[in-house]
């Protein structure tokens, strides 16, 4: 299905920030999933990027880490000359060293540098929103968020974000300096979240952003075995992504397609659908790197669903089968599900 209109812009915590109704996950464009480096993929990239604009979906999600840089870069080069038309978001909170993410660090110096840093990337001179991506276990978060607060007073950034934060984290991190958004991985999938972090992120006005949620893709229905993912692709290395899981959760994209047919929608419109129904404070950055699943993307903000839709595809964390994470990425969640 096309889409049908232009997305509206949506409030996004109760700072002020105003965001497109669904955003777009960069990521892929520049890592972890398939083929992103040849010239034909970065063309198709930057393709989307532009349609993203013509259906108002403006509210672009990147890092530092992606690459890492070159998607802070490709953005960059997107949005040249319309940057007030996006709304931009990206994150901090790693070791870089030699290209490769070698711990966190979420020091004020290293906060002030990432900012300084992804300003010049992105060739802008304010970032929207500014996320901290994992918490620094060795870093008090009042530290990390007196800075935040600084660079917030001095102009580099105009809101601050969270993500994986464990619920005391976040009353900490408020406590400092409003945090008006946090991104959280919440597809029909993956549910841990709204025993506390969701209710706790509500209490305090903060808005939610759903990372994955097409379920890294495999709720499409478009990965049905590990030969459907290339073998240097980040997937083939997560638990939802191995032989079993892959074979075993299939029922469950059995009830998602068979929704999508009953409805003359797409799978991944479902499974987009279904977030969109959770409330006016959640706003899914669906990732992709093709024009065709960014049309289908944006118009599932227009699907509706009945409560019996939504009760099909209430899945528990009993009916799933593997972890979100391998352990080596859950060892580096403070939030652990
Ligand atoms: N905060 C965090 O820790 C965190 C973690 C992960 C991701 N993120 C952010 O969240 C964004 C989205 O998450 P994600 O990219 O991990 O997962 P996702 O959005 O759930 O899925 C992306 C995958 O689905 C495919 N896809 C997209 N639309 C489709 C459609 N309509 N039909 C069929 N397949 C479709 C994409 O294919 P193609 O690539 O071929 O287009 C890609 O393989 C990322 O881009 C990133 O910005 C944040």
Known sequence: MAAAAKLPKVPLGRQ??????????????????????????????LAVLDKALEL???????????????????????????????????????????????????????????????????????????YQHRVDPYTPIEDT???????VEEGKIKYIGLSEANAGDIWKAHAIHPVTAYQLEWPLWTRDAEKEIIPTCRELGIGLVCYSPLGRGYLTGTIQKLEDISENDWRRGNPRFSAEALERNKAMVK????????????????????????????????????????????GAYFVKLSPKDMKEVDFQPEDIVGQRYGEEFMKNMTFHY
């Open 255 to 298: 009830t998602v397609k068979n929704i999508a047919e009953k409805k003359g929608c797409m799978p991944a419109q479902v499974a987009l659908a279904w977030l969109q129904h959770q409330g006016s404070d959640v706003v899914p950055i669906p990732g992709t790197k093709r024009v065709k699943y960014l049309m289908d993307n944006v």
């Open 56 to 130: 108002g979906c403006t509210f672009l999600d990147t890092a530092e880490v992606y690459g890492p840089f070159t998607n802070e870069e490709l953005v960059g080069q997107a949005i040249k000359g319309k940057r007030d038309e996006f709304e931009v978001a990206t994150k901090f909170g790693f070791e870089i060293k030699n290209g490769t993410m070698t711990g966190f660090d979420s020091t004020p110096a290293n906060v002030r540098k990432v900012c300084e840093d992804s300003l010049k990337r992105l060739n802008i001179d304010c970032i929207d929103l500014f």
């Open 16 to 45: 002020g920030l105003l965001v497109s109704a669904q955003g777009l996950g960069c990521m892929g464009m520049s890592d972890a999933y398939g083929d992103y480096n040849s010239d034909g993929a970065q063309a198709e990239s």
């Open 145 to 151: 968020f007196s800075e935040l607060k600084a660079l």
